[in-house]
């Protein structure tokens, strides 16, 4: 009767406790688990739900209601990590590691409210002429002590701690400008933007595409939007009705890592999906199988396919007999800030041949039309 249950997210729920020593809350904990694991009947089947469990226990008088949130919710984690349908007590060691998430949440607040996040930008080429479509903006943090940090050092976290939208609104607008800026000087070719999951369901994606489109002057077929495989999974209708409404504002959307994760064939072929990237671990010699089913299935569709991770001319070449139309990687560029893409651009064009140009010049002007290509033959 002194206990109260609130609902804290989408599938997250707190119980505080009051009175509560640490094994009560443990006995407490045990019971909710022990409720949930009940089977319950849907349709005639038996579904059993587990739960991760954390407990912080105010041991301290000077904590806050937010310092025991952040508490439970670093032991709920750990309980995930440790293989789920569990409790957890938090305890001294994670208390470090609640220091390090506040403060990295802290620092990437800093960074957005202080233009510390960076744009690079990787070519997208044409397997069969080497002739340049586009590019794909990817983040960067530069880090006033550590220097640029890649995207594996914060994005996670973003996600899971909800930074990421706000971050994702940020890359959508800036990486828009930067298209409408290359638009204006003829190179006419899209660029790619990744959406998290957690945009999709806490942000209104349409409408900030939407805005987007009108305050940067955008061509919409210049932009892109991509959506990991496992995103698309979490909430299929959502996703499905989200991206047909950006595809009718003229802008294209495709599934990124594709295979990695658990959707079927049915889903590819009913979503709204202009295109898949396939997955760079899928681009080894091993693995040219799938490649190919892939590229077979993606045709009959009438979806594009992207491969990634492209590292090696024997990787091009494969790809480019396969009939993959559009790659990006290594072998081709290394992500490179937006004033390094035109001089790149001029170089390639040197590199491909003066008789089969990129897509545009990239010293301005009219796109010349390009014929056969040779192989590219030396890495960028």
């Known amino acids: 009767r002194t206990d109260l249950v609130a609902r804290f997210g989408g599938d997250e729920f707190v119980v505080p406790c009051e009175d509560t ?23 005639g089947r038996s579904v059993v739900v ?136 003829g190179f006419r070719a899209h660029i790619s933007v990744n959406v998290s999951g957690r945009q999709l369901t806490e942000d209104d994606v349409v409408g900030r595409v939407r805005q987007v489109l009108r305050t940067t002057g955008v061509d919409p077929a210049g932009l892109q ?29 495709g599934m990124d890592d594709f295979g990695t994760g658990y959707s079927s064939l049915s889903h590819l072929a009913n979503l709204p999906f202009d295109f898949v990237k396939i997955d760079r671990s899928f681009i080894d010699t091993s693995r040219w ?23 090696t001319a024997e990787h091009h070449a494969w790809l480019r007999d396969a009939g993959c139309i559009r790659a990006q990687g290594f072998y081709y560029s290394r992500p490179m800030p937006a004033a390094d893409v035109a001089p790149w651009l001029g170089e390639h064009a040197l590199r491909r041949g003066e008789h089969d140009r990129p897509t545009a010049d990239p010293r301005g002007g009219t796109p ?7 192989e590219l033959a030396v890495p960028i």
């Not at 904990?29 to 089977?39: N, Q, T, V």
């Not at 199988?289 to 892939?294: D, E, K, R, S």
């Not at 010349?368 to 040779?374: C, D, R, T, V």
Request: proline share 4%; with cysteine.
């Open 50 to 185: 587990t739960a991760s469990i954390g407990i912080a226990v105010c041991r301290d008088a000077t904590l806050t209601a937010d310092d025991l949130l952040a508490q439970a919710d670093t032991a709920m984690y750990a309980a995930k990590q440790a293989g789920k349908d569990r409790a957890v007590v938090f305890d001294l060691q994670m208390r470090q590691q609640v220091t390090e998430q506040l403060d990295k949440a802290s620092g990437l607040r800093r960074a957005l409210r202080h233009d510390e996040l960076r744009l690079f930008y990787q070519p997208v080429v044409r397997a069969d002429t080497g002739a340049v479509v586009g590019a794909e903006a990817l983040v960067r943090w530069e880090h006033p002590d550590d220097g640029l940090l890649g995207p594996e050092r914060f994005v996670g976290f973003a996600e899971s701690s909800g930074l990421i939208v706000p971050m994702g609104a940020w890359v959508l607008e800036t990486a828009s400008e930067q298209a409408a800026a290359w638009a204006a000087r």
């Open 21 to 43: 020593d640490v094994g009560a809350a443990e006995m407490v904990a045990e019971k909710i688990r022990r409720a949930l694991a009940a089977p319950i009947d849907l349709d």
């Open 368 to 374: 010349e039309p390009g014929g056969p290509a040779p």
């Open 225 to 253: 939007l991509e959506v990991t495989e496992s995103a698309v999974m979490v909430d299929l209708a959502r996703v499905a009705t989200v991206m047909q409404q950006v595809r009718e504002l003229g802008v294209q959307v």
């Open 289 to 311: 199988p799938f490649v190919t089913a892939i590229l077979h299935m993606t045709r009959h569709l009438g979806i594009d396919a992207l491969a990634e991770g492209v590292e």
